[in-house]
């Protein structure tokens, strides 16, 4: 799930805001999904919960897609944040049994690495807006690709888990980062457009995370 937002290009509202107001808006947003989603996570952890395949469709699939429908079809900012929280309250819950799995050190260390790259793929994202402005249709087939995989392995025993999957997940991830980020410097800005592009960087962070998070325990083992 990523790119919810491509409509945002077209949306010029009237809830228009500065340059800077935008950015913040923007962070606060995201910042919010990722505290809450690394709260949420924490607190389920306490209970020890272990999610069957219907809580995982439910709460990690159908939810976040109900969220991100509503985020994508409004153009009302509040309703959009409510979208967004139907996205990062149930990934919190899923992700909470799958970091369990992990030692804090690793954890910790995945997620220092995952900011940095986004911090590169922000940068990259301002520095080249040319090459990303051409690299959309090209990113979303190979999510779809990936997508094709994921189920694969997940409903095929046996089918390869290979390594090098999760490589080519946190490139894809790696680069929507920097697309999403060359979107939020070329849409109108509006406080809707700040949510929209916050919700796509929130997913692109925390799939990155998920397969740097893989990849580090794998090096690790």
Known sequence: MNNVSTGVFDRFGRDSISSRGFFFILGAVLVWGLGGTAFIANEVSKSGWEPGWLAIIGIGLIVPIIGIMIAVKSDNPLISFVGYNLVIIPFGIILSPIVN?????????????????????????????????????????????????RLLQLFIPGFP????????????????????????????????????????????????FINILSIMSKSDD
């Not at 994202?125 to 979303?140: A, C, D, N």
Request: proline letters at 2%; glycine letters at 8%; one cysteine or more.
């Open 101 to 149: 799995h992990y030692r804090h050190e690793l954890i910790r260390n995945a997620f220092l690495v995952t900011s940095c790259v986004t911090g590169i793929m922000m940068l990259l994202g301002t520095l080249y807006p040319e090459f990303f402005s051409k690299i959309g249709r090209v990113l979303f087939l190979s999510l779809l690709g990936l997508l094709g995989v």
């Open 161 to 208: 888990n290979l390594g090098i999957i999760d490589w080519i997940a946190a490139a894809i991830f790696s680069l929507y980062i920097g697309y999403d980020w060359y979107r939020a410097n070329n849409v109108p800005k509006t406080i809707d457009n700040a949510v929209d592009i916050a919700l796509d960087i929130y997913l692109d962070f925390i799939n990155l």
